[in-house]
């Protein structure tokens, strides 16, 4: 049996451990991780290629686009993906255009990950058509999230992935004071007591 080689860099060991596992659990996929950007190229450059190599578009070093076509440029003509909780619809149409071979959003069930790693592999492109014709303000529309400022959304998304505030802060670029103060608001606007009570909400309504 041929096994299917893949990479997976993600600075977060929680979704590392989780996304990996997941994929070693295949029988027929071979997982290697990196926690930087930085090892990641160094992996991609230590010899034999990877079937298929899925970035996170925020940790360290990646700096997005300009990150995938470093990674792109060392792959050796293999398929690299991008991963994201947070990116837009307009982060993964360019990373796609840019000549990723998908983008795959962190919140993506067990199996439909499964399979579009193999997709890819098999020389496919991936992206959820749900994710590219869902706009901001469309997910918007779901009762809990009418409210929330788009900022507000996005820490609560991060939250209910189990990212701690500081964490939230560096994926989005901004102060971790600046996620607390949205935090505070987006709990009142819920009707949260607390970020546990605001995940636990969120995800019993089904807005992630």
């Known amino acids: 049996m041929s096994l299917l080689r893949v990479l997976v860099a ?5 979704v590392l451990d989780m996304i990996s596992s997941l994929l070693a659990s295949e029988e027929d ?26 970035l996170d578009f925020n940790m360290p070093g990646m700096v997005g686009i300009d990150g995938l076509r470093a990674a792109l440029g060392e792959s050796q003509g293999k398929p690299v993906a991008i991963m994201s909780g947070v990116a837009t619809k307009e982060n993964a149409l360019e990373a796609i255009s840019t000549g990723a071979a998908g983008f795959i959003p962190k919140t993506m ?3 439909s990950l499964v399979s579009a790693v ?8 991936f992206v959820p058509n ?5 706009s901001q303000d469309e997910t918007k529309e779901h ?13 609560l998304e991060g939250v209910c992935r189990g990212l701690a505030n500081k964490e939230i802060a ?11 103060l949205h935090m505070k608001n987006l ?6 007591n607390n970020r546990t009570h605001a995940a636990m909400i969120a995800r019993d309504a089904g807005l992630f």
């Not at 749900?130 to 869902?134: E, I, K, P, S």
Request: charged residues 35%.
């Open 10 to 14: 993600d600075d977060h060991k929680m």
């Open 29 to 54: 996929i071979e997982v290697d991780v990196a926690q930087d950007f930085t090892a990641a190229i160094q992996k991609l450059n230590s010899g034999r290629p990877y079937d298929v190599t899925l």
């Open 109 to 111: 069930h067990a199996k």
């Open 118 to 125: 193999r997709f890819m592999a098999a020389g496919e492109v």
């Open 130 to 134: 749900v994710f590219l014709d869902a």
């Open 143 to 155: 009762p809990l999230a009418k409210d929330l400022s788009r900022r507000e959304f996005e820490v």
């Open 170 to 180: 560096r994926e989005l670029d901004l102060r971790e004071v600046t996620v607390k």
């Open 187 to 192: 709990c009142r606007k819920v009707g949260a």
